[in-house]
């Protein structure tokens, strides 16, 4: 069964440090992908990034970095230089390819981890 | 590009009345998601349709919540009797539906349900 774990329920930081959340996955399929979402305190919440199994490399946008590590089954998050506007709920997220070819990738979140960046 | 509209925004209830929530996707998304986010935990999807079929509503009481794509555009999804436990946010969400990729997805505002 395909699960992911965000074992950090809570970070705080003071502004301009570096961050970094953390996310393991379980799954038994070879194809799946992985995402980041961000729910500021408006609620809604917004895509960050998308991986796929097949692509280790890591990613780098602006402060946002990610490594993702089949190895270690991780795809964790660093926020570089930490800003009190990066303070929300991150999720983290897998979707598994359909077990049939009409079927549509079902996605499973994590709980979530909440940073606060303080001034 | 609009994004997921979803109304009402927010919505209070006595326990056994009933409730219903639309959601409009963004233009060309295949694929509609009805989450509850319950305070202090993650999204959990609770119905997922592909065009105006439903692909996976294996999490959904049925025996009190149902949903409809008519069309393959608008949804609605309904609680009828609510209870306490029903209290949370109801999230939309929408995606790119083609070939064999998994797309992000893009969710609405949400609608902050609580129920006395």
């Known amino acids: 069964a395909q699960k992911v774990t965000q074992a950090q329920t809570e970070i705080s930081v003071v502004e301009k440090e570096d961050v970094t959340l953390d996310c393991v996955y379980e799954?038994?399929?070879?194809?799946?992908?992985l995402f980041w979402y961000k729910q500021p305190p408006s609620g809604e919440l917004v895509f960050l990034i998308r991986r796929n199994s097949f692509d280790e490399q890591n990613e780098i946008s602006g402060r946002y970095s990610w490594n993702f590590q089949k190895s270690t089954s991780s795809f964790n998050f660093t926020i570089t230089a930490s800003q009190v506007v990066d303070s929300a709920v991150y999720f983290c997220?897998?979707?598994?390819?359909?077990?049939?070819?009409?079927?549509?990738?079902?996605?499973?979140f994590g709980t979530g981890t909440r940073l606060k960046v303080l001034a | 590009e609009a994004g997921v509209a979803q109304s009402p925004r927010y919505k209070i209830i006595e326990k056994r009345q009933s409730v219903a929530f639309w959601c409009n996707p963004i233009?060309?998304?295949?694929?509609l998601y009805w989450y509850q986010q319950i305070l202090g935990q993650g999204p959990k999807l609770l119905i997922q349709?592909?065009?105006?079929?439903?692909?996976?509503d294996s999490q959904l009481p049925k025996d009190r919540f149902s949903a409809e794509r008519l069309k393959g555009v608008d949804s609605t999804l309904k609680i009828q009797p609510a209870k306490l436990e029903d209290s949370a946010v109801y999230l939309c969400?929408?995606?790119?539906?083609?070939?064999?990729?998994?797309?992000?997805?893009?969710f609405g505002p949400g609608t902050r349900l609580t129920v006395t």
């Open positions: 799954t038994r399929d070879t194809t799946y992908y």
């Open positions: 997220a897998l979707s598994e390819a359909p077990r049939v070819a009409s079927g549509t990738y079902k996605y499973i």
């Open positions: 969400a929408s995606s790119w539906r083609r070939g064999a990729v998994s797309y992000e997805q893009y």
């Open positions: 349709f592909q065009n105006n079929g439903v692909v996976d």
């Open positions: 233009s060309g998304h295949a694929t």
